[in-house]
């Protein structure tokens, strides 16, 4: 079955700055979500990516994809406050109905 | 319009009990699927629905039962809780679990076994 690393699996950062967070398949990637958590709330979808290069951004996230290398990246510029949460990567099913996840990576932003 | 709609967003149980968690979607999506949520572990399936009448198992199914007898509705049920179960339970839904779909999750459920 396929598997979902991310990286880091937590971090912290200060406001301002910019940060990326790392999701790698033990699979060949036809495709990633990428979705945000907010504690005590449900998951956010963020975006999709579904070819091998693709780039993505929303407000001040940005993700790619690598195909080649089985990894996409999700990258915040500038992060903020409100950009705290765990981030979640997705893959679309391999097979009927088993989408998979990564662990999650929690980001915390100071002030 | 509502979304994905769970209940209740909190209950303690205590071991032996049993209880089911409530889950609604009014897009008339055709998938609907159960998660659990642990510390470090991401989300795991624990079981999933292609349409009314048709139910699988996920990857961590075992103490968990579901049905779908309509579109709306896909009830998990916990016939005998164990600690073990002790986590956050999402459910969500899409309209299809093929190809590029994306799924819509509700608030989760918060459960603790005693």
């Known amino acids: 079955s396929q598997e979902l690393e991310q990286s880091p699996q937590s971090l912290i950062v200060q406001e301002g700055k910019n940060l990326t967070i790392n999701c790698t398949s033990s699979?060949?990637?036809?495709?990633l979500y990428w979705y945000k958590q907010k504690y005590g709330e449900g998951l956010i979808f963020l975006m999709m990516?579904?070819?091998?290069?693709e780039e993505k951004s929303h407000e001040k996230i940005t993700a790619k994809l690598d195909e080649k290398k089985q990894q996409s990246s999700l990258h915040i510029t500038a992060s903020q406050p409100s950009h705290a949460g765990i981030y979640l990567c997705?893959?679309?099913?391999?097979?009927?109905?088993?989408?998979?996840f990564g662990q999650g990576t929690i980001l915390t932003v100071h002030p | 319009n509502a979304g994905v709609t769970q209940t209740p967003k909190f209950q303690v149980l205590k071991t032996g009990q049993s209880m089911t968690l409530q889950c609604a979607q009014d897009?008339?999506?055709?998938?609907m699927s159960w998660y659990r949520q642990d510390p470090g572990m991401g989300l795991r399936l624990i079981h999933y629905?292609?349409?009314?009448?048709?139910?699988d198992q996920g990857e961590v199914p075992n103490g968990y039962n579901v049905s779908r007898s309509t579109t709306e509705d896909f009830p998990l049920r916990l016939l005998s809780a164990a600690p073990s179960q002790t986590s956050v339970y999402f459910c969500?839904?899409?309209?299809?679990?093929?190809?590029?779909?994306?799924?819509?999750f509700g608030a989760g459920s918060r459960l603790t076994v005693l």
């Open positions: 969500a839904s899409s309209y299809s679990n093929t190809g590029a779909n994306v799924l819509t």
């Open positions: 699979k060949t990637l036809y495709g």
């Open positions: 997705g893959a679309p099913p391999t097979s009927y109905g088993k989408l998979t």
């Open positions: 897009m008339n999506h055709e998938y």
């Open positions: 990516l579904q070819k091998g290069g």
């Open positions: 629905s292609v349409g009314a009448g048709i139910t």
